[in-house]
Structures are given as C-alpha cells and as structure tokens.
C-alpha cells in the first residue's frame, strides 16, 4: 500500500527543487527572460509559478494528510492524492515543451491544474463525508 504522506512530501521536495532549477534556467539560459516575446515568456513564467504551487500543496498534504479509515472515502482519498501527485511532474514538462506554442495552447499544463482542482476538492469531499458520519454516530 502507497504511504501517501511519504509520497507527497517526496514529489513536493522535489517539484520544489525543480522550481529553484527552472528558476535558474531561465535566468542562465534564457537571460532572465530579457527580451523575449510576451506569449514564451508568460508561459515560462506562469509553468514555474504553478509549478511552486503545485509542490507547495504536495509538501502541505505530505505533513497533514490524514488517511481515512472508510472504505470508499479512503479510495477517494488516493484517488485525490494520485491526481495531486501528478501536478508536479506535468508543470515540468509544461515548462519545457509548451512556452513555444504558437497557438498558445497548454494542454500539459491545463491538465496539471484541474487535477489539482479535482484533487482538493476530491479531498474536501471525502473529509467532509468522514466528519459527518463520525459526528452521527
């Protein structure tokens, strides 16, 4: 069985060390962004940005997760804990393979919020449901 709290606390602390990495890629490799049309570097800025975010709320749920004994909500649960996993990684590539995009679509990176989204309030849900049945019993 997957330890969730070990798991967020490990994607967090990493997505966290990717945020200083690609903080300092477009510093070096990019001349802090310096001249580059508006619609590459909104990308990189905002992909590095939601990625902190995205490790932040992993490294918050991998100090305070508490597993629910209940069937269902604790499947609920994981299944809201895998889909917060996955922001930091696809932020990554976001990053990397969509701030060129003439289209200036970011379906890898649209994919990485709402599975934060999804994820939180997959959470919220399947706590309030834990609350309320322990309250009537």
């Given at each position: 069985?997957?330890?969730?709290?070990?798991?967020?606390?490990?994607?967090?602390?990493?997505?966290?060390?990717?945020?200083?990495?690609?903080?300092?890629?477009?510093?070096?490799?990019?001349?802090?962004?310096?001249?580059?049309p508006?619609?590459?570097?909104l990308?990189?800025?905002?992909?590095?940005?939601?990625?902190?975010?995205?490790?932040?709320?992993?490294?918050?749920?991998?100090?305070?997760?508490?597993?629910?004994?209940?069937?269902?909500?604790?499947?609920?649960?994981?299944?809201?804990?895998?889909?917060?996993?996955?922001?930091?990684?696809?932020?990554?590539?976001?990053?990397?393979?969509?701030?060129?995009?003439?289209?200036?679509?970011?379906?890898?990176?649209?994919?990485?919020?709402?599975?934060?989204?999804?994820?939180?309030?997959?959470?919220?849900?399947?706590?309030?449901?834990?609350?309320?049945?322990?309250?009537?019993?």
């Amino acid at each position: 069985m997957l330890r969730w709290r070990t798991v967020h606390l490990v994607i967090g602390t990493a997505g966290l060390i990717a945020f200083v990495l690609t903080g300092q890629y477009m510093r070096w490799v990019h001349n802090g962004l310096q001249g580059m049309p508006d619609g590459p570097r909104l990308f990189l800025r905002s992909s590095h940005i939601f990625l902190l975010l995205a490790s932040l709320l992993n490294v918050v749920l991998g100090c305070y997760l508490v597993r629910l004994r209940r069937g269902w909500l604790r499947h609920a649960q994981s299944l809201a804990s895998l889909a917060i996993v996955m922001g930091p990684p696809l932020l990554c590539l976001s990053f990397f393979f969509e701030p060129h995009n003439p289209n200036l679509m970011r379906p890898i990176g649209q994919l990485a919020i709402f599975l934060s989204f999804g994820g939180v309030l997959l959470h919220a849900i399947a706590t309030g449901f834990s609350r309320a049945s322990v309250s009537e019993t």
